[in-house]
């Protein structure tokens, strides 16, 4: 049974995104232990130096989150035509991107460094040790980034288990690595960057293996396949649309982060504290945003408006609903969390201030979030980058007019609404992925 007639089942739907939820939920758990090791050795200014620069490579590598995205609608679409040489090929580009990629960060690192610790400036100490750790995690770049375009080549395949194995199997070399460089051999913070540069390159290996079916036909090496110039074409714009995209979305954020600072620190780590309850809406809404890629990537690879628009209603079922499930959860156990998250009682009393925001985004962004996974495995880039400068406009309008009038309920209210304004948009845009899809 080919992907284009499999049944699309809640049971099918399910088995794609648990496992990226719990791929997902061990993320933050090697954050703590990176900071719990170098917090061994009794000095502030190696936590503040591996803080720093895992913060300045997370933001770095984010950009280049457009080949997973890019990788899984492409990569779904010719597995559900059928099409296993494009199937191989595109996993062959994808690593041809990540190879570019990661060298062009080695070469560049100084003009990187330069401008990363320019806008985020720190003491001499900090500086030097956030530098020998930078200096020596860039070196993995390239398999960093190709981590991307593995993972986003077994999505499109549903092979989210093996994304899960992939993580867990990076995060625990990464952790043992930790505790031997650092507690064992007292390598500091040259040892927390050394065990997660052979982790990462640990893990493109890995995942190389993982994908290995692409491997067993000759178009992996088809290099007038891989370089034709149309098909190459039709990904670097894919990509660069996705790119843009991310980009306003990563500015939104970035500026809700800054002007949250003009009220004051109690506000700004109130709304840090909250922020990551998002992080925890996200986390456990990707996994059926990802199997909408697949599902509907396939769909429309197969032509089949039909399958498309269950697989669209099916996903976006499950993520409506967990999107509830979460703001039920915010709402009758959003203070207990919050007074867990901190000991401080005046952050406490006004993160409970802003509370009913976060028990309003999984329900007002949860649509956002499952049309950007049906949008992105029809490849419908132009359309994710189109609405994201009307959404950015709407939040920056708004932001405008709420923000004096009403301080922080203002930003948390045009933070809402630029969510609300990306699920309209692309809702109204739909109709249209539609009757592509039929036509492609």
Do not use: K
């Not at 560049?108 to 200096?135: C, I, K, M, T």
């Not at 995690?137 to 194995?165: D, H």
């Not at 809404?285 to 089949?304: C, I």
Request: charged share 15%.
């Amino acid at each position: 049974m080919t992907a284009a007639s499999a049944p699309i089942t809640h049971r099918r739907i399910l088995a794609v995104a648990l496992p990226i939820v719990l791929s997902n939920a061990t993320v933050p758990i090697l954050g703590l232990v990176d900071t719990g090791v170098v917090g061994q050795m009794g000095e502030a200014a190696p936590i503040g130096a591996v803080g720093i620069g895992a913060i300045i490579l997370a933001t770095v590598y984010w950009v280049f989150g457009f080949l997973r995205m890019g990788t899984t609608g492409l990569v779904g679409q010719a597995h559900g035509a059928g099409n296993t040489g494009e199937v191989s090929a595109l996993l062959t580009r994808a690593l041809i991107v990540a190879g570019a990629a990661g060298l062009a960060l080695i070469l560049l690192q100084p003009a990187v460094f330069a401008g990363a610790f320019y806008l985020s400036p720190a003491s001499a100490e900090v500086e030097e040790l956030a530098r020998r750790y930078v200096g020596i995690r860039i070196w993995s770049a390239p398999a960093a980034i190709a981590v991307y375009g593995l993972t986003g080549w077994l999505i499109a395949l549903e092979r989210t288990r093996s994304v899960l194995v992939l993580q867990l199997v990076m995060n625990s070399i990464n952790i043992l690595l930790d505790l031997l460089f650092v507690l064992q051999f007292d390598w500091g913070v040259e040892g927390v960057a050394i065990a997660t540069f052979l982790a990462e390159w640990s893990g493109a290996a890995l995942g190389l293996w993982l994908c290995r079916d692409a491997f067993s036909t000759v178009a992996w090496r088809d290099w007038p396949r891989i370089f034709n110039r149309e098909r190459l074409t039709h990904m670097a714009s894919v990509n660069a649309d996705i790119l843009v995209r991310s980009l306003l979305l990563q500015a939104i954020f970035v500026s809700f982060l800054f002007y949250g600072a003009d009220f004051g620190d109690v506000t700004l780590a109130a709304n840090q504290v909250l922020l990551q309850f998002l992080e925890v809406t996200a986390f456990a809404m990707d996994g059926f945003a990802f199997a909408a890629e697949a599902l509907v990537a396939q769909a429309t690879g197969a032509r089949r408006r039909d399958r498309l628009r269950l697989g669209a209603i099916r996903t976006g079922q499950w993520g409506i609903g967990s999107g509830i499930v979460l703001a039920a959860v915010f709402a009758f156990a959003g203070a207990a969390i919050v007074d867990v998250m901190t000991t401080s009682e005046s952050v406490r009393a006004e993160a409970r201030l802003y509370l009913p925001w976060m028990i309003a985004v999984p329900i007002v962004g949860g649509p956002a979030w499952m049309l950007d996974g049906i949008f992105i495995g029809a490849t419908r880039s132009r359309d994710m980058r189109n609405m994201m400068v009307v959404s950015a406009a709407v939040y920056a309008v708004a932001l405008a007019l709420l923000m004096p009038a009403f301080g922080n309920h203002g930003l948390w209210a045009a933070l809402v609404i630029s969510f609300l304004a990306r699920g309209v948009t692309l809702g109204a845009r739909y109709p249209s992925l539609e009757n592509a899809a039929a036509r492609a």
